[in-house]
């Protein structure tokens, strides 16, 4: 029976990775319409987070580096990022609401969270943006996943035997 466990999670691992897109990068979005393009146009099961950034703006080089960290740790995501110049937002967006998350899950916004130094201030890190989308219901809880679905095989301190 052990075997058989064994082998039938072994395929719905094999067939999970087949369905799902792996990103573990951020993309650069270089216009509208590609913003428009990676929260449209993503499989139906992908989340998709979009940072909007100014090289200048409080918070945003910080917060980018943990979003690069955040794409490692969740491959299935696909983390963007574009510059609110190359979106036509009003002066006061870019002065006053930066940096700003969206995220889109099926086409839909799932999250808009913006002037995100507010929340984290200056110094923004990966986890902390990890358990605040955690907390927004944006991402899944990785420690609630088990381990061999992360990574296709199981690690040495996973212990089932109670």
Same mark, same amino acid.
């Given at each position: 029976?052990?075997?058989?466990?064994?082998?039938?999670?072994?395929?719905?691992?094999?067939?999970?990775?087949?369905?799902?897109?792996?990103?573990?990068?951020?993309?650069?979005?270089?216009?509208?319409?590609?913003?428009?393009?990676?929260?449209?146009?993503?499989?139906?099961?992908? !989340? #998709?987070?979009?940072?909007?950034? /100014?090289?200048?703006?409080?918070?945003?080089? $910080?917060?980018?580096?943990?979003?690069?960290? %955040?794409?490692?740790?969740?491959?299935?995501?696909?983390?963007?990022?574009?510059?609110?110049?190359?979106?036509?937002?009003?002066?006061?967006?870019?002065?006053?609401?930066?940096?700003?998350?969206?995220?889109?899950?099926?086409?839909?916004?799932?999250?808009?969270?913006?002037? !995100? #130094?507010?929340?984290?201030?200056? /110094?923004?890190?990966?986890?902390?943006?990890? $358990?605040?989308?955690?907390?927004?219901?944006? %991402?899944?809880?990785?420690?609630?996943?088990?381990?061999?679905?992360?990574?296709?095989?199981?690690?040495?301190?996973?212990?089932?035997?109670?």
């Amino acid at each position: 029976m052990a075997e058989y466990l064994e082998k039938r999670m072994k395929e719905l691992i094999r067939s999970r990775k087949k369905s799902c897109n792996v990103f573990g990068r951020i993309f650069e979005l270089d216009s509208a319409d590609a913003f428009l393009d990676s929260a449209d146009n993503v499989s139906k099961t992908a !989340l #998709v987070l979009i940072l909007l950034y /100014e090289d200048r703006a409080p918070g945003c080089a $910080s917060m980018k580096n943990a979003l690069q960290y %955040l794409a490692t740790e969740y491959p299935t995501v696909k983390f963007c990022q574009v510059k609110s110049s190359k979106l036509n937002v009003s002066m006061k967006f870019k002065t006053s609401g930066l940096p700003a998350l969206l995220a889109y899950r099926n086409g839909d916004l799932v999250g808009n969270y913006v002037d !995100l #130094v507010k929340e984290f201030g200056e /110094e923004i890190y990966g986890s902390d943006v990890e $358990s605040f989308l955690i907390e927004h219901g944006v %991402l899944q809880d990785r420690t609630l996943v088990p381990s061999i679905l992360r990574t296709g095989k199981q690690t040495s301190n996973d212990d089932d035997s109670d």
